[in-house]
């Protein structure tokens, strides 16, 4: 089953890309309003909520102070207001997080990851990934193990790694990539995957120069392999 995300934004451009982040992985609704927002909390039940500030109709504090009378569902904040009055008014209206624009994709998955965890979301829940004999991933803790052994990722290399496993088969082009991992605003960028995917297959393939988990998809991207021996 999958978790349902209702993204409560006025910026359609944003939503755009808040879907094509999100909809491989999850059910996604919208709301272009904050009165929309309050009533599809009632009619979808979602399993998490992201959350823009300043919306027409109701403002996203008095629309955060409504779910919360009714609804325990994680809400995210999303918004470009970073002054310290603004992120503690949202947290004590009842806010589970609260991230400002612009922000990474990367990062932000990996934060609804962590709300639908801590809101025990039976549709999200998380444990150890077993690839292969040789490759282990902990979700729970965003801990790598080789051979048995801990391997240190940087915080872009773990959200490149999770990406990819996540969605292991499928071609995933340069810009797909960058968007997902990087942020919308780094598409074109394709000096960054090569580098990070060079960097990934130094920690987690035996022999980099072959790799058994990170294949080169000429002219297309990269595809993620489990190895069936």
Same mark, same amino acid.
């Given at each position: /089953? ?14 755009? /890309? ?18 929309? #927002?309050?009533? =599809? ?13 300043? =919306? ?60 639908? +965890? ?26 790598? /193990?080789?051979?048995?052994?801990? /391997? ?8 490149? =790694? ?6 292991? #088969? ?5 810009? +797909? ?53």
């Amino acid at each position: /089953m999958t978790a349902t995300i209702l993204i409560i934004e006025d910026d359609p451009d944003l939503v755009t /890309m808040l879907v094509r982040a999100l909809d491989d992985d999850y059910t996604v609704v919208k709301a272009e309003d904050g009165w929309t #927002g309050v009533d =599809l909390v009632v009619d979808v039940d979602p399993d998490l909520i992201l959350l823009d500030l300043l =919306l027409p109709g109701i403002d996203g504090w008095e629309v955060c102070r409504r779910i919360r009378h009714e609804s325990s569902v994680p809400i995210i904040v999303l918004t470009a207001l970073g002054h310290e009055q603004h992120i503690i008014r949202a947290l004590d209206l009842g806010a589970d997080d609260y991230v400002i624009k612009p922000f990474h994709v990367g990062e932000l998955r990996a934060r609804i990851r962590a709300a639908l +965890r801590r809101a025990g979301c039976p549709a999200h829940a998380e444990s150890m990934v077993q690839v292969d004999d040789r490759l282990t991933v902990d979700r729970g803790t965003h801990s790598v /193990m080789v051979d048995g052994e801990s /391997m240190e990722l940087s915080v872009t290399e773990y959200n490149l =790694l999770t990406y990819m496993l996540d969605n292991a #088969g499928r071609i995933l082009t340069h810009d +797909r990539l960058l968007t997902q991992v990087w942020g919308w605003d780094q598409v074109g960028q394709t000096n960054y995957v090569k580098v990070y995917i060079h960097r990934l297959r130094k920690k987690i393939e035996e022999n980099p120069a072959e790799p058994r988990y990170i294949i080169t998809e000429r002219g297309s991207g990269y595809r993620f392999e489990v190895p069936t021996s």
